[in-house]
Nanobody, 117 residues
Framework: QVQLVESGGDLVQAGGSLRLSCVAS????????MGWYRQAPGKQREAVVS???????NYADSMKGRVTISRDNAKNTLYLQMNSLKPEDTAVYYC???????????WGQGTQVTVSS
């Protein structure tokens, strides 16, 4: 069974930075894509960024220019570097991975990011 475990969420002041990690219980080399979503209180889950096996990325406008996604298949880990954080970035951040062969999506349990003004 595939498990994704996020970490790195924290309380940070506006303008600060955080690095989220997502460790998979299996090799991530076949997942395509992998990415991050977030869900703020009272709002729907929204995409933040995704990355293909090729390295191609797709950033949502909400955080474009302030976040960087990277994947280290040797460590079975996906990262999200977030800079210049704003209070509106407060949300639970979820990692996901798609198995293109079986067409299955896997999700982590989420990690809380809180940005104070």
């Amino acid at each position: 069974q595939v498990q994704l475990v996020e970490s790195g969420g924290d309380l940070v002041q506006a303008g600060g930075s955080l690095r989220l990690s997502c460790v998979a219980s299996v090799s991530t080399s076949s997942f395509n894509p992998m990415g991050w979503y977030r869900q703020a209180p009272g709002k729907q889950r929204e995409a933040v960024v995704s990355v293909l096996k090729s390295g191609s990325t797709n950033y949502a406008d909400s955080m474009k220019g302030r976040v960087t996604i990277s994947r280290d298949n040797a460590k079975n880990t996906l990262y999200l570097q977030m800079n210049s954080l704003k209070p509106e970035d407060t949300a639970v951040y979820y990692c996901y991975a798609r198995d293109p062969v079986w067409r299955l999506d896997y999700w982590g349990q989420g990690t809380q990011v809180t940005v104070s003004s």
